[in-house]
């Protein structure tokens, strides 16, 4: 369903828009959660350990993935606010065309980049082969993620968050499936698991694709629609890169993070690794309300609402530091029995020092979620009025500070060192991200 986020109560359209989208991200980080769940009790924990260290590098694949496409789709988003629908469907054949360039180069670059990369962090002998294969499949289906991410920013683009949530559960609960098939009955490990998150991704976007072309005659496109030129490609480019870099420079951080984390036993790592998928389970509301704002920013910003954008920005960070106070003390109290899932019988006398370090992680993290949570806000709220140069610098802070954090408070704190790393680089790009909407945000008196 088509809906208008430029009517009604800027409150209620946001929470009633953003729950199918949380809805969506708790079924995305489920599978991904039960995808290293199987791998930990199904493998080992070296396997566990070894698919933890990729998730800085998936997330630079994919996280520059959907930073272009929620880029491309908040320039759809204002046309459709603006009730420019020629404009609008011209806006979605050159998402496309951009996405198909996108989707080659980003491909072979990274395939290319696997090996390298790993090595550039020093992997362990022990849990190499785990990161490399499991990473070099998930980077050979990025088409599969770059079309699932592109159909569902469309929609959200035209008010509809439903549909995207429907097509996500469907893809979760056959990447479940096809996980414990190919690691059980055809025991090919960690490619296994790699090669169910493509496929699922892939079948999904397909899927999608061909029920919103059918379900939206607004956004049926003909051959005229593909006809663009560089200024308007550059209209949506200018938005999409930024948000594209930003993501990219995070994963960045991340990856210098891990190799920080890497000089650090097995088990440091393998805790490390079950923390930090319990930790994006509890960050996915966040998520998706910055995922909703950009949309709704973008709308209103269209229709030259600018006392909307203010209200609907306002009323956000209300709803997101409440949700903060709960997920954080939630997920202190259920640190252990949730870091349990990922553990077998066969880590042994292994189990206590990977306990430790994953609670570790989640008690320092749930301190400074309020940095954390408010980033998503203020970063998609600047994005979706197409203000990307500053989100664009706090991203390079929240870098800077990230890696010289972890370069040097190891040496000293040691693990602890690690975790402080991650939050000061929180704290950092919070405190720009509020300062630049203070001074960037258009006054309704443009209106």
Same mark, same amino acid.
């Given at each position: 369903m088509i809906v208008d986020l430029t009517k009604g109560s800027p409150a209620r359209v946001i929470f009633f828009f953003s729950l199918p989208i949380i809805? @969506?991200?708790? /079924?995305?980080? =489920?599978?991904?959660?039960?995808?290293?769940?199987? &791998?930990g009790r199904f493998i080992n924990y070296e396997a566990l350990a070894g698919v933890g260290i990729t998730t800085g590098f998936t997330f630079f694949g994919n996280g520059f993935v959907w930073g272009v496409t929620a880029g491309l789709g908040i320039r759809t988003a204002q046309l459709f606010g603006a009730r420019d629908m020629d404009g609008m469907r011209r806006s979605i054949g050159t998402s496309l065309i951009i996405c198909t360039f996108l989707s080659a180069i980003l491909t072979a670059v990274m395939l290319l980049l696997t090996g390298p990369m790993l090595r550039m962090i020093n992997t362990g002998p022990e849990i190499f082969d785990y990161a490399y294969k499991y990473l070099l499949l998930l980077y050979a289906g990025l088409t599969g993620s770059i079309a699932y991410n592109m159909i569902s920013c469309i929609l959200r683009a035209i008010g509809d968050s439903r549909t995207p949530l429907y097509f996500l559960i469907f893809s979760s609960v056959l990447n479940i499936a096809l996980d414990l098939w190919f690691i059980l009955s055809f025991g090919w490990g960690v490619r296994g698991a790699a090669f169910a998150t493509v496929l699922s991704q892939a079948i999904s976007a397909i899927l999608c694709f061909a029920y919103a072309f059918r379900r939206y005659p607004e956004i049926r496109l003909s051959a005229s629609d593909f006809r663009t030129d560089w200024s308007f490609a550059w209209e949506h480019l200018r938005i999409g890169i930024p948000m594209a870099l930003q993501f990219s420079i995070t994963a960045i951080g991340v990856v210098i993070l891990q190799s920080a984390l890497n000089i650090f036993p097995p088990t440091y790592i393998a805790g490390f690794a079950a923390a930090s998928k319990v930790q994006n389970l509890f960050v996915l509301v966040p998520v998706s309300f910055g995922i909703a704002i950009a949309s709704y920013v973008g709308q209103n910003w269209g229709a030259g609402e600018i006392r909307r954008v203010r209200q609907g920005v306002n009323a956000t960070l209300l709803m997101v530091l409440a949700v903060c106070a709960v997920l954080s003390t939630v997920m202190v109290i259920f640190a252990r029995p949730m870091t349990s899932l990922f553990l077998n019988a066969e880590a042994g006398e292994m189990v206590t020092p990977i306990y430790r370090a994953s609670s570790r992680y989640l008690n320092i993290s749930a301190m400074f979620f309020p940095f954390l949570f $408010?980033? /998503?806000?203020? #970063?998609?709220?600047?994005?979706? $009025? @197409? #203000?990307? /140069?500053?989100?664009?610098?706090? *991203?390079? =802070?929240?870098? &800077?500070? #990230?890696? $010289?954090?972890?370069?040097?408070?190891?040496?000293?704190? *040691?693990?602890? *060192?690690?975790?402080?790393?991650?939050? /000061?680089?929180w704290v950092g790009a919070s405190i720009m991200l509020i300062i630049s909407y203070i001074i960037q945000m258009p006054k309704p008196s443009r209106n």
């Amino acid at each position: 369903m088509i809906v208008d986020l430029t009517k009604g109560s800027p409150a209620r359209v946001i929470f009633f828009f953003s729950l199918p989208i949380i809805l @969506g991200n708790v /079924f995305q980080k =489920l599978y991904e959660f039960v995808d290293t769940v199987i &791998v930990g009790r199904f493998i080992n924990y070296e396997a566990l350990a070894g698919v933890g260290i990729t998730t800085g590098f998936t997330f630079f694949g994919n996280g520059f993935v959907w930073g272009v496409t929620a880029g491309l789709g908040i320039r759809t988003a204002q046309l459709f606010g603006a009730r420019d629908m020629d404009g609008m469907r011209r806006s979605i054949g050159t998402s496309l065309i951009i996405c198909t360039f996108l989707s080659a180069i980003l491909t072979a670059v990274m395939l290319l980049l696997t090996g390298p990369m790993l090595r550039m962090i020093n992997t362990g002998p022990e849990i190499f082969d785990y990161a490399y294969k499991y990473l070099l499949l998930l980077y050979a289906g990025l088409t599969g993620s770059i079309a699932y991410n592109m159909i569902s920013c469309i929609l959200r683009a035209i008010g509809d968050s439903r549909t995207p949530l429907y097509f996500l559960i469907f893809s979760s609960v056959l990447n479940i499936a096809l996980d414990l098939w190919f690691i059980l009955s055809f025991g090919w490990g960690v490619r296994g698991a790699a090669f169910a998150t493509v496929l699922s991704q892939a079948i999904s976007a397909i899927l999608c694709f061909a029920y919103a072309f059918r379900r939206y005659p607004e956004i049926r496109l003909s051959a005229s629609d593909f006809r663009t030129d560089w200024s308007f490609a550059w209209e949506h480019l200018r938005i999409g890169i930024p948000m594209a870099l930003q993501f990219s420079i995070t994963a960045i951080g991340v990856v210098i993070l891990q190799s920080a984390l890497n000089i650090f036993p097995p088990t440091y790592i393998a805790g490390f690794a079950a923390a930090s998928k319990v930790q994006n389970l509890f960050v996915l509301v966040p998520v998706s309300f910055g995922i909703a704002i950009a949309s709704y920013v973008g709308q209103n910003w269209g229709a030259g609402e600018i006392r909307r954008v203010r209200q609907g920005v306002n009323a956000t960070l209300l709803m997101v530091l409440a949700v903060c106070a709960v997920l954080s003390t939630v997920m202190v109290i259920f640190a252990r029995p949730m870091t349990s899932l990922f553990l077998n019988a066969e880590a042994g006398e292994m189990v206590t020092p990977i306990y430790r370090a994953s609670s570790r992680y989640l008690n320092i993290s749930a301190m400074f979620f309020p940095f954390l949570f $408010v980033i /998503f806000l203020y #970063r998609n709220a600047l994005q979706g $009025v @197409g #203000r990307t /140069f500053l989100p664009l610098m706090a *991203g390079v =802070l929240e870098l &800077v500070i #990230r890696c $010289v954090a972890s370069l040097t408070l190891p040496r000293h704190y *040691g693990y602890d *060192g690690v975790l402080i790393s991650d939050v /000061f680089a929180w704290v950092g790009a919070s405190i720009m991200l509020i300062i630049s909407y203070i001074i960037q945000m258009p006054k309704p008196s443009r209106n």
